[in-house]
Every structure is written in C-alpha cells, then in structure tokens.
C-alpha cells in the first residue's frame, strides 16, 4: 500500500494560485486511481477532482470546474492539484488520496472508495 504526503498549501489572496502535490511511496502507484478531497471548518469533507492512473479521465467537483486542474506524474510518483483564481470559499484542509485498481470510476468522487489517505496540506484564501 502507498502511503501519501501532501504539500503545498498555505496562505494566498483570492484571486491567487496554488499547486499542490501529493508524492507516493511505493512501487505501485500506477496502479491507482487519485482523488483529492477538502474539507473546510465546521464541514464534512468533500469531493474536489480525481485522476485515473494514467491520467485519461479526470473529475471535478462543480465548485472547481474550470479554476483547479489535476495531474499526475507517474515516473515522480505525484499527483497534482493546480488550483487557480481561488475564492476564501476554497479555504480548506485538503486530503490527498489513493484507489488501488478501481473496478470503476464513477466512484471516484465517493470518499468511501479511496483506501489512503494523506495528512492534509492547510489552504487559506483570504479576502
């Protein structure tokens, strides 16, 4: 099993941008589907893109569409969030996480599918 360390986040003006990586340990990390969630205070975690393993398909949340990208770089073992023109309403932990072989993909935007998880990386946008 993979195990995940996010980094990357930290403190930025609405408007601004940040990237944020999720490196993997292990051998195996092609083999697995990527998400990454958030979750803001005083909510539950939420769904934010998801990646296959060969980066193919990718989902977004609608919240994000068009303002964050997802990526993978399966030769540095990491996976990506880009996340563009952010918004206070994107202040967030945000977890990175990891699904080995998913027999499908629609539910990938489903926490309950994903087997590892990250620490979670703090991004605040302030106003």
């Known amino acids: 099993q993979v195990q995940l360390v996010e980094s990357g986040g930290g403190l930025v003006q609405a408007g601004g941008s940040l990237r944020l990586s999720c490196a993997a340990s292990?051998?195996?990390?092609?083999?697995?589907?990527m998400g990454w969630f958030r979750q803001a205070p005083g909510k539950e975690r939420e769904f934010v893109a998801a990646?296959?393993?060969?980066?193919?398909?990718?989902y977004y949340a609608d919240s994000v569409k068009g303002r964050f990208t997802i990526s993978r770089d399966n030769a540095k073992n990491t996976v990506y969030l880009q996340m563009n023109s952010l918004k206070p309403e994107d202040t967030a932990v945000y977890y990175c996480a990891a699904k080995q072989n998913p027999r499908t993909y629609y539910r990938l935007p489903m926490e309950r599918e994903y087997d590892v998880w990250g620490q979670g990386t703090q991004v605040t946008v302030s106003s």
């Open positions: 292990g051998r195996t990390f092609s083999s697995y589907a």
């Open positions: 990646i296959i393993w060969n980066g193919g398909n990718t």
